[in-house]
């Protein structure tokens, strides 16, 4: 009969419903509603929700109150820096630094798709030639202009650098060629579809070329002026911090940022992370045994929620669907690992692997 289901499917069936739910459970919040407030014995009966009246407007946490600036956010990283140059770093765990102070050409939105940024917008002429148009205005932190001459001299740093570890992502890219002021033109070897989407990470971001003509190989250690994102570098403490300050000229006037600084600090004992202190908001990069530690404990660590694939553990008030909710009162914005891409083509297979872990993107776009 059409649209029958065997025994063997349905008991099938049952058991991957059976496996997802136990792993929602695990992970998932306790059951028996909402906690009881602070101070209230156990099994006293609480009052009762008030129901909304019809037709009264409901106060919601986006018309609450606008965002506000200011404040400094403490991250706590499993591991402390080789690099502060993204174009030689290999560093996964350090992405989340280098998109608060370096812009990509293009970013990858919610529904993983490529969105202009630096870049306003491209075209391909042919298979083997993208041309880029260049948002006008920008500047990096030096006060010097970002332009074509400058995403080419990036694009020729990647190819001939020596330590360069993006090498390989940008090996397809026969030359860069100013077209004009602002325009970009990439001649490739051969098609390739990827290439989009390797530049939404560290392939794509700028550095200003003063920045690194001043500096040599000192901006391993030293990145002031060096970018154009939200936020600025403003110093690092080896082994005991990295500061980001907000660039109050940033060019996305609609991206904030509202925190006043970003405070980084290296904490390679997992023992140390699982630990509540009151000196950081948030911890990222736990190994696995410590991962699932905790995950059972998420109760004793202040309500926090993760994701299983790893990454920067937020506090769920701070959830990316609630940041939507809220209006990103708290200027935040948290990329989540996708998975794998069912559409099953490379470049989308490339886009879902540019956030493996949770990504904590400060001040940026919604």
């Known amino acids: 009969m059409p ?8 008991l099938r069936r049952a058991a991957l419903v059976s496996g997802g739910l136990a792993l ?10 909402p906690p ?58 350090y992405r989340q630094i280098y998109h608060n102070i370096f812009d990509p050409l293009v970013v990858i939105d919610d529904k993983l798709e490529v969105k202009p940024n630096l870049a306003e917008s491209w075209q391909t002429p042919d298979p083997r030639t993208l041309i880029f148009k260049l948002r006008q205005g920008v500047k990096f932190h030096d006060g010097t202009d970002f332009n074509a001459e400058a995403a080419k001299f990036n694009f020729d740093r990647m190819a001939t650098e020596p330590k360069s570890v993006r090498k390989g992502e940008v090996a397809n890219i026969a030359s860069a060629e100013v077209v004009d002021a602002y325009t970009l033109k990439l001649n490739l070897k051969q098609p390739d579809a990827p290439l989009l989407a390797t530049l939404t990470d560290r392939a794509g971001m700028m550095i ?34 990295l500061l ?39 911890r990222a990069g736990l190994s696995g045994p410590a991962q699932r530690a905790a995950c059972q404990n998420r109760h004793q660590s202040g309500g926090h929620r993760r994701s299983v694939s790893g990454g920067v553990l937020v506090p769920a008030q701070h959830h990316p669907a609630a940041i939507r909710q809220q209006g990103a009162a708290s200027g935040g914005h ?8 069912r559409r099953g083509s490379l470049a989308g297979r490339r886009r879902a692997r540019q956030w493996t872990d949770l990504t904590l993107q400060l001040g940026l776009r919604q």
């Open 36 to 93: 009881a407030p602070e101070g209230s014995a156990p099994g006293q009966a609480q009052p009762a929700q008030q129901a909304p009246v019809a037709g009264q407007p409901q106060p919601t946490p986006a018309t609450a109150g606008a965002p506000k600036k200011g404040g400094v956010l403490r991250v706590g990283l499993y591991v402390e820096a080789a690099t502060m140059d993204p174009h030689l770093s290999g560093s996964k765990i």
């Open 244 to 282: 980001l300050k907000r660039n109050e000229n940033y060019w996305n006037k609609d991206a904030g940022p509202y925190l006043e600084q970003v405070r980084y600090r290296p904490i390679p004992d997992d023992t140390v992370k699982l630990q509540p202190a009151g000196w950081r908001d948030r």
């Open 24 to 33: 929602t459970v695990a992970c998932g919040p306790q059951a028996g509603g």
């Open 334 to 341: 948290v990329r989540h690992r996708h998975g794998r891409d």
């Open 208 to 241: 200003s070329p003063a920045a690194i003509k001043k500096f040599g190989a000192d901006l391993e250690h030293d990145i002031t002026g060096a970018g154009t994102g939200p936020f600025q570098f403003a110093e690092w403490v080896k082994d005991d911090h």
């Open 3 to 10: 649209g029958a289901v065997s025994r063997r499917q349905f």
